[in-house]
């Protein structure tokens, strides 16, 4: 199952007319890079969660064929959580171990290796954690002897903080964090409250830890990358496109004046750069305009008709509206 419900607050304006698992990136969705990298792994019938903006899911996966997957749609009338959604699932879930993404990432993790420590483990589920060396905002995971034993708030310690620790001889241990891979097996759903909102990691893995059940921690290594925030999606986006050799993206029937400069950009559909116009780290939205001798730095830019008479989401970063655009700077 692919978790594709969120709203994306955080990525808001972009997220205004789509929801996030649907957002491009460098011409395909997001949902589109965890539909291939599970038919990768030999995964061919996935469910795909619906709720904000389900229309653009439908539209950017289709059938799935074009992945290389059969897709089954599943809506939430009301948004469920991350675990309220699997039970919205039950039955295509509940017959034998099945496997849940969070449609928000791009990952190259090694999902055979999951699966022997899952097995090897006789597990009730088995989390996918990574090493947070940098100490990113992701909430830190407790293990001990290969299981999970808690799930705590966010790294105490700065990147910076552990270096000095380092320097000075200190143990500066690395915490680990969840990347929304699981395995499960179907007797999780013992512990899932039925037809209501709830959370994998607060609602129903603590109490099955609580009970006795084992949780095994699967340490992975490889790519893993999380596209929750504004910035995020440009820093990913630059350093995707890197791989390819360039630093502009351009999409379909997108144009850029001869005389304009762009640089470390993303630019998504029908998208003008006037001559004369700087872009520099930016996203320009489908159908935006930047005229001649225009300036968009560090930021984000949609048309401004998309958000007319719209009020921002929480959690959405502030802007203004210049001219024909509503600009998003992404230093907030």
């Not at 539909?35 to 995964?43: K, M, S, T």
């Not at 504004?230 to 360039?246: H, Q, V």
Request: proline share 5%; with cysteine; charged share 20%.
């Amino acid at each position: 199952m692919i978790l594709s419900a969120g709203y994306g607050t955080r990525l808001w304006p972009l997220t205004q007319d789509r929801t996030k698992p649907a957002l491009p990136i460098l011409g395909k969705p997001l949902v589109g890079y965890v539909a291939e990298y599970l038919a990768n792994f030999g995964c061919r019938e996935i469910a795909v969660n619906l709720h904000h903006r389900p229309e653009s899911v439908r539209q950017a996966l289709g059938d799935g064929s074009k992945f290389g997957v059969k897709l089954s749609y599943i809506d939430e009338p009301i948004i469920l959580g991350t675990s309220g959604a699997l039970d919205n699932a039950r039955s295509f879930l509940d017959q034998e171990t099945f496997l849940v993404v969070n449609g928000k990432i791009i990952t190259d993790i090694d999902l055979s290796a999951a699966l022997s420590t899952h097995r090897a483990t006789k597990a009730l589920a088995t989390l996918v954690l990574l090493p947070n060396a940098a100490r990113e905002r992701f909430s830190v995971v407790e293990t001990d002897v290969g299981l999970v034993r808690s799930f705590r708030g966010m790294p105490l310690e700065s990147k910076q903080a552990l270096e000095e620790n380092h320097e000075e001889g200190g143990e500066g241990d690395v915490p680990l964090m969840f990347t929304g891979i699981q395995i499960l097996e179907p007797r999780i759903f013992d512990y899932i409250p039925h037809g209501v909102f709830s959370h994998s990691t607060t609602d129903v893995y603590p109490q099955a830890i609580a009970k006795g059940e084992r949780i095994a921690a699967h340490v992975a290594r490889g790519k893993w990358f999380e596209l929750s925030t504004l910035p995020r999606y440009l820093d990913i986006s630059l350093k995707l496109l890197a791989e390819t050799g360039a630093n502009v993206y351009s999409g379909r029937r997108s144009n850029i004046a001869n005389s304009a400069a762009v640089k470390d950009s993303v630019l998504w559909d029908d998208v003008s750069v006037a001559a004369g116009a700087k872009v520099v780290r930016a996203v320009l939205g489908d159908g935006v305009r930047i005229g001649s001798g225009e300036v968009i730095e560090n930021a984000a830019v949609v048309r401004a008709t998309l958000l007319r008479n719209t009020t921002p989401p929480p959690k959405a970063l502030d802007g203004y509206w210049q001219g024909e655009n509503f600009v998003v700077p992404l230093a907030q």
